[in-house]
Structure formats: C-alpha cells, structure tokens
C-alpha cells in the first residue's frame, strides 16, 4: 500500500523549498517500485519516463563532479554518507561470516543465497538514512539497494544492478538525504566502498557475469566507474588513453583514479594478453584525449546499457522514479 510524506522538489532552491515544505506541502504517496517493461515494446515509455530523465541526469551530474579530481581529492563527508558506509560494511561483513559452500559447479556458490537472504532486513538497515518524515519512504528505497548487489536464483551481477544501487542513491538525492554538497563523497567513498564489497562478493561466491558480452563488452560486470573514471582524469598532466593497459601506470595510481581501479581489477581476474581478454577497453586505449573517453561512454551507456531491453526490464519503478512521462 502506498504511504504519504511531504517529499521536496530537489530541483527548487532552498528558500522555495523551505516556504513550501513548511506551508502546505502536498502529501507524496511513496509505493514499493516494480517492473513496468514487459516488452521491448514498452522501451518508449522508459525513454520517456520522469524515472530516465532524473536517473540520467543524476548519472550525468556526477560525471561532471568529478572531473579532473583524484580520489584522494577532499570532500565533505556528511552524517547520511558515514551511515551509508556503515551499511556497507555490515553487507561486508556478512560475507565474511557466510564463506562458501563445497559444490561440484564452478561458478555460482549457493552460499551467496544464503548471504542475499539476510537482505530481507534491509529496510531496517536503510531507515536509520531518513529523517523521521521520511519513514515511510524506507520499503521504495530499500528494494534499490536489495536489488543492486545482484540476482539470488541465478548468482550473477551485471550493469543492471548496478544501475539499481545508482537509483539507490538517486533516490536519497530526491528525498535530499544527500544534496550537492555530498557529490564527490557519493563517488568517491560510497560508490568506492559498493564496488569493494561487489568486487568481494564476485571472486568469493563466484557469480556469474549477468548479460556479459564477453570479450566485446566494456566490462563483464561494471560500467559507471569506467564513464567516472574517465572524467577524473579529463586534463591529467601526465596518464592519457594509452597508458592505461601499462601494469606501472596502473600500480602507481589505482587508488587515485576509478578507470585504473577496474583495470587492476580486470589484470587480477583474467590471463593473456589485455587486447585478447578486453577488446573493447584496448580500443579505447588507442583515443587519445580522455575528453573524447568520456564522451564516448556516455554515448555506450546509452546505448548499451540504458537503452538495452535486457537489462531495463529489471528495472523497477515506484514514486520517486516515477514510469509517468516527463
């Protein structure tokens, strides 16, 4: 059943939001997301949902928050940001406690369902984010996060869940549980912290790249940290394009830069030559301005990963990303 809150406009300024939510705020009703694309044929609606426009333009908004900036840049570290952080540390600490299973199949541990099924308490774990009027809102924004660390029955993880976990903190953004302020830290830290327990959970249940393309696509698992990444580094002094495939370059400034993070990531998970394993990153390395890299991604999102039936036929809709039109 639909539950009713005052929700701000995150688009106002603060004065018009504080005159409004402090007279006659309209109720919002907030509903447990589900799927609304059934059907390749229900791709226009997604395309033009209030839902794309605001998950985009969140996507867009903190490619543009980090450009030129190193990971070890200062940014504000908000109460909202060391909770979420909490919470990722807790989904850490559960795979610790819950080491896989012997099993005759290579990939896919069972003991990750038994990890996943502790996500049923995820509304408990996400509600403590909300102010108390925000309450209600706990059970829409929680599936975001259940769904962002990957699928139970098959045990993989894809750019579909990923979106989901982005569509998490979209949604706090809406409900202004993070504004402006906490950009850098949403990508720097928390979405650094996410991609450190997701990268956890794929080697130690081994699950299975959901809708990889193998060696044709960017990634078997990630893309956001690739399109971010590449605009830290937009106007880098000394790393361009081509560098990236050089292990030296990678050793010396993973920690700085998310784009050299998951190619360490890569190096560590396959063997042979990197041209062989990820065909279509060496291409990239032959760009050569990271300007022209992130550009190039934003256009693939799109189109791979946004506009694919595949994967938006996961994703799920309720008030806050809303399946209305524009």
Same mark, same amino acid.
């Given at each position: 059943?639909a ?5 701000p406009?995150p ?24 799927? =609304? ?23 867009l ?11 070890t ?14 919470i990722l540390d *807790? !989904?850490?600490?559960w795979?610790? =406690? *819950? %080491?896989p299973v012997?099993?005759?199949?290579r990939?896919?541990?069972k003991?990750?369902? *038994?990890?996943?099924?502790?996500l049923e ?13 925000y309450?209600t809102?706990? %059970? ?6 259940? =769904?962002g660390?990957?699928?139970? *029955? ?7 869940h ?7 903190l ?8 993070f504004t ?10 928390v979405?650094?912290?996410?991609? =450190?327990?997701?990268?956890?959970l794929q ?6 790249p959901?809708?990889s393309?193998?060696v ?7 893309? !956001? %940290? ?5 605009s830290?580094l ?8 081509r560098?990236?495939?050089?292990l030296d ?6 920690t ?6 998951c190619?360490?990531f ?7 030559p ?5 065909h ?22 799109k189109?791979?990963? !946004?506009n694919k039936? %595949?994967?938006?036929?996961h ?8 399946i209305?039109?524009?």
């Amino acid at each position: 059943m639909a539950e009713k809150s005052a929700i701000p406009n995150p688009t106002e300024d603060d004065g018009e939001k504080n005159e409004r939510t402090e007279s006659s705020s309209p109720e919002h009703e907030f509903s447990v997301p589900k799927r =609304e694309i059934m059907s390749p044929m229900d791709m226009g609606k997604w395309q033009k949902s209030q839902a794309h426009r605001d998950y985009l333009g969140f996507v867009l908004t903190l490619n543009e928050a980090v450009k030129g900036k190193s990971r070890t840049s200062e940014c504000h570290i908000s109460e909202p940001t060391e909770k979420l952080l909490g919470i990722l540390d *807790t !989904l850490d600490s559960w795979v610790d =406690e *819950t %080491p896989p299973v012997e099993q005759p199949q290579r990939f896919g541990n069972k003991a990750y369902r *038994t990890w996943f099924q502790r996500l049923e308490e995820v509304e408990s774990l996400v509600q403590p984010l909300l102010p108390e009027k925000y309450h209600t809102a706990a %059970p829409e924004v929680a599936v975001y996060l259940r =769904e962002g660390v990957g699928n139970k *029955t098959r045990i993989d993880y894809g750019t579909g869940h990923e979106a989901a976990f982005a569509a998490f903190l979209c949604c706090l953004f809406k409900l202004r549980i993070f504004t402006e302020k906490d950009m850098l830290a949403l990508v720097f830290r928390v979405f650094h912290r996410y991609l =450190e327990v997701m990268r956890k959970l794929q080697t130690v249940y081994r699950m299975e790249p959901a809708g990889s393309q193998g060696v044709w696509g960017l990634d078997d698992f990630q893309f !956001l %940290p690739f399109l971010w990444g590449s605009s830290q580094l937009l106007n880098h002094p000394t790393i361009e394009p081509r560098h990236f495939p050089q292990l030296d370059i990678v050793q010396h400034h993973h920690t700085e830069y998310m784009f050299l993070e998951c190619i360490r990531f890569i190096n560590k998970m396959k063997t042979g030559p990197f041209a062989e394993h990820s065909h279509t990153l060496w291409g990239i390395s032959g760009v050569p301005y990271w300007g022209k890299v992130n550009s190039g991604l934003i256009k693939m999102y799109k189109a791979e990963v !946004l506009n694919k039936f %595949p994967v938006i036929q996961h994703f799920l809709f309720g008030s806050l990303l809303s399946i209305q039109p524009e």
